[in-house]
């Protein structure tokens, strides 16, 4: 158990559906990742929270955006969903403390299996 | 931008063979190397990781070694159990934070 939770484990909605993905990081944790994991691309990095702020952020879809709540967990939206986007969506969480990111180990939830029919 | 090239799967093996599964990278400066599993339904979990040049992650019988010569971050086990049957991901992270991973290499043990 890595002590990132999220929530909920499997996902089935419909295409042009909004669903909303959560995740809570290990207690001290301040940053929180976001990734996605489908057959065709593989595991993407989607994008970063550091204690309440966007940080980074990659191959991520304008339908999609993320925050992070002042008690550290963060919420992924995915808005007109499409068939595309069916896959596991991960969340991870490191300590980062401010001025020393670059080798501090990520530690991954479980994953919510988003299936859009 | 980084990169993460891995050895193409399926890979199958008998329980006790040798196990090399290949990584080599590409990135600016000085990343840090880690391999990811992941078990059956599960999330990733960090199997081993190496922060610089010639340094050597080891982990449950497993090993990989850093080496900037080739940018490779190969990973090794001596003896292969069942158990040990799993997706394994090679991943970089440099100072912009992110993992950027290779495309999974699936293992499967026999026994």
């Given at each position: 158990d890595s002590g990132v939770t999220q929530t909920p484990k499997h996902l089935i909605t419909a295409t042009g559906q909004r669903v909303t993905l959560r995740c809570s990081p290990r207690s001290g944790d301040l940053s929180v990742y976001w990734y996605q994991q489908s057959l065709d691309q593989g595991l993407q990095f989607l994008i970063q929270y550091y204690n309440g702020e966007e940080r980074a952020k990659g191959n991520i879809l304008e339908r999609f955006s993320a925050q992070q709540f002042p008690d550290l967990h963060s919420e992924l939206n995915l808005s007109s969903l499409e068939l595309g986007d069916s896959a596991l969506y991960f969340c991870a969480s490191s300590v980062d403390p401010a001025g020393f990111s670059s080798y501090n180990e990520q530690f991954f939830g479980p994953g919510t299996r988003l299936t859009v029919l | 931008g980084n990169s993460v090239t891995q050895m193409e799967g399926p890979v199958?093996?008998?329980?006790?063979?040798?196990?090399?599964?290949?990584?080599?990278?590409?990135?600016?400066?000085?990343?840090?190397?880690?391999?990811?599993?992941?078990?059956?339904?599960?999330?990733?979990?960090?199997?081993?990781?190496?922060?610089?040049?010639?340094?050597?992650?080891?982990?449950?019988?497993?090993?990989?070694?850093?080496?900037?010569?080739?940018?490779?971050?190969?990973?090794?086990?001596?003896?292969?159990?069942?158990?040990?049957?799993?997706v394994y991901f090679c991943a970089l992270r440099g100072g912009n934070e992110k993992l950027t991973f290779g495309t999974g290499t699936r293992l499967t043990i026999i026994p």
């Amino acid at each position: 158990d890595s002590g990132v939770t999220q929530t909920p484990k499997h996902l089935i909605t419909a295409t042009g559906q909004r669903v909303t993905l959560r995740c809570s990081p290990r207690s001290g944790d301040l940053s929180v990742y976001w990734y996605q994991q489908s057959l065709d691309q593989g595991l993407q990095f989607l994008i970063q929270y550091y204690n309440g702020e966007e940080r980074a952020k990659g191959n991520i879809l304008e339908r999609f955006s993320a925050q992070q709540f002042p008690d550290l967990h963060s919420e992924l939206n995915l808005s007109s969903l499409e068939l595309g986007d069916s896959a596991l969506y991960f969340c991870a969480s490191s300590v980062d403390p401010a001025g020393f990111s670059s080798y501090n180990e990520q530690f991954f939830g479980p994953g919510t299996r988003l299936t859009v029919l | 931008g980084n990169s993460v090239t891995q050895m193409e799967g399926p890979v199958t093996l008998s329980e006790e063979a040798f196990l090399t599964i290949n990584c080599t990278y590409t990135a600016t400066g000085y990343p840090s190397l880690f391999w990811y599993v992941q078990y059956p339904g599960e999330g990733l979990q960090l199997l081993l990781k190496a922060t610089k040049a010639d340094d050597k992650g080891s982990n449950k019988g497993f090993e990989a070694t850093y080496r900037k010569e080739t940018t490779s971050f190969h990973l090794e086990k001596g003896s292969v159990q069942v158990s040990d049957s799993a997706v394994y991901f090679c991943a970089l992270r440099g100072g912009n934070e992110k993992l950027t991973f290779g495309t999974g290499t699936r293992l499967t043990i026999i026994p």
